[in-house]
């Protein structure tokens, strides 16, 4: 008994979540991001503004884009698991090509948030950050995996999570995704 309480309790929390999170989606898709308020999307979603503090302590942007633990956690996964001949550069390159505004063939819903995202500061700026937290996450797997720990590569890593926020906002964002990589591959020859 005691083993399925917490697959229950688990399960709450997921749902709840998700349930912030599709109302948040939603009221931020109808009105805008700066005309919808954590109370409004509370009641939405049938919960208290403290119940989505402590699922979202980020606030209002993380129920758009959520936490950097999953995004961090993705990347060194992206490193550590490529396939035999595959470049840490491709690897990465081919990872920011599935995610938000590079995404060739995003569902409508989707697209609609990664434009959000882009035209409203706050949720950019929330991005960028997201991003640009997973620095040391990332230095560390590309030093593993290289055998070199030295600053070249917390400059790669640095350089790499700026492409988000850089390219995403570029007319054509997946031509400026592969400009990017273009450039990182002349610096990193060997990555």
């Known amino acids: ?22 109302a948040a989606r939603e009221l931020f898709l109808e009105r805008g991001f700066d005309n919808v308020t954590v109370a409004e999307i509370a ?16 606030g209002k942007e993380a129920l ?20 035999e001949g595959v470049s840490i550069l491709e690897a990465l390159r081919d990872f920011l090509a599935t995610r938000g505004p590079f995404d060739p063939k995003p569902d409508p ?10 035209a409203t500061p ?19 797997v590309i030093a593993e995996e290289t055998g070199q720990d030295d600053f070249s590569v917390r400059l790669l ?3 790499v999570l700026e492409i988000p926020d850089l390219a995403g906002t570029e007319p ?10 273009v450039f990182l591959r002349r610096g990193w020859p060997g990555f």
């Open 122 to 140: 706050a949720l950019r700026a929330y991005a960028r950050t997201l991003w640009t937290d997973c620095e040391d996450a990332l230095a560390k």
């Open 43 to 58: 009641d939405a979603a049938d919960t208290a503004v403290s119940t989505l503090f402590a699922h979202f302590p980020g």
């Open 109 to 118: 819903l989707s697209r609609r948030v990664a434009d959000l995202v882009i």
């Open 172 to 181: 054509a964002p997946a031509a400026a995704l592969d400009a990017a990589f």
């Open 157 to 159: 890593a640095r350089y």
């Open 1 to 22: 008994m005691g083993q399925t309480e917490p697959g229950r309790r688990e399960r709450k929390k997921a749902a709840t979540r998700q349930a912030l999170s599709g």
């Open 64 to 83: 758009v884009l959520g936490h950097g633990g999953e995004r961090e956690a993705a990347l060194a996964d992206t490193v550590r698991g490529r396939a």
